[in-house]
């Protein structure tokens, strides 16, 4: 199976704890999304990835989350002394910048319980 | 502020019927759309897509039509089968070179066999 994966799948963790999430976009894609969804509510984005720069960040991502991809394969996402509210799923996306209108693909998430 | 919003939360449709689910867009700046269908506890899968020089696009049994001057799309899925009972989503971006896309809250779609 050659799409996105993600790890892991279920994280659940305390108040105050540090998460670290991964994603493998899809070999060749060069850019790569987190989004967050939560109940009820469509996916919204968070941040993104052209190669190894870091292009965009949502004012969603508060200072408490941090997102790397190294090399400009997979990515991490972060998330400093989690809060309950941070509970979601959290979602990474890839695909091939063709100057605009590209698809892009869907990890199958990475849920987290913060308790 | 919700740029995809997607009304009628939930469709209930006989197995063989037409399945139609609607979506309107407030950013003129969109310029591309797509549907994703979503599991429970798996990511959204890609469906069909539409670029806005366009107003139609057909895949199989799915079909999106695309109304600009009325920010409008709608997906049509015909016939419709039990595994095609899932939450659909509208998403939409537009050519600022980040290609982000804005989703609406989805829509529950269950096929009655």
């Known amino acids: 199976d050659t799409g996105v994966s993600q790890d892991p799948r279920h994280k659940i963790t305390k108040r105050g704890q540090n998460v670290t999430f991964r994603c493998d976009p899809i070999?060749?894609?060069?850019?790569l999304y987190w989004y967050r969804q939560t109940l009820g509510q469509g996916p919204e984005f968070l941040t993104y990835?052209?190669?190894?720069?870091?292009?965009?960040k949502s004012r969603l991502l508060s200072d408490r989350f941090s997102a790397e991809r190294p090399k400009g394969s997979f990515s991490t996402l972060e998330i400093q002394r989690t809060e309950q509210g941070d509970s979601a799923m959290y979602l990474c996306?890839?695909?091939?910048?063709?100057?605009?209108?590209?698809?892009?693909?869907f990890g199958p998430g990475t849920r987290l319980l913060v308790l | 502020d919700q740029q995809v919003k997607q009304n009628s939360p939930s469709l209930s449709v006989q197995e063989g019927r037409i399945s139609i689910l609607n979506c309107d867009y407030t950013?003129?700046?969109?310029?591309?759309f797509l549907w994703y269908k979503k599991y429970p506890a798996e990511g959204p899968t890609f469906l069909i897509s539409?670029?806005?020089?366009?107003d139609k696009n057909e895949d199989g049994r799915f079909t999106v039509f695309l109304n600009k001057s009325a920010k409008h799309l709608s997906l049509h899925i015909v016939p419709s089968q039990p595994g095609d009972s899932a939450v659909y989503f509208c998403?939409?971006?537009?050519?600022?070179?980040?290609?982000?896309?804005?989703f609406g809250k989805g829509n529950q779609v269950v096929v009655i066999p």
């Open positions: 070999s060749e894609h060069n850019r």
């Open positions: 990835f052209q190669n190894e720069a870091q292009l965009e």
């Open positions: 950013n003129s700046m969109f310029d591309y």
């Open positions: 996306a890839s695909s091939y910048d063709l100057v605009g209108q590209e698809t892009q693909y």
């Open positions: 998403a939409a971006s537009d050519d600022y070179g980040n290609n982000r896309l804005a």
């Open positions: 539409i670029s806005s020089i366009k």
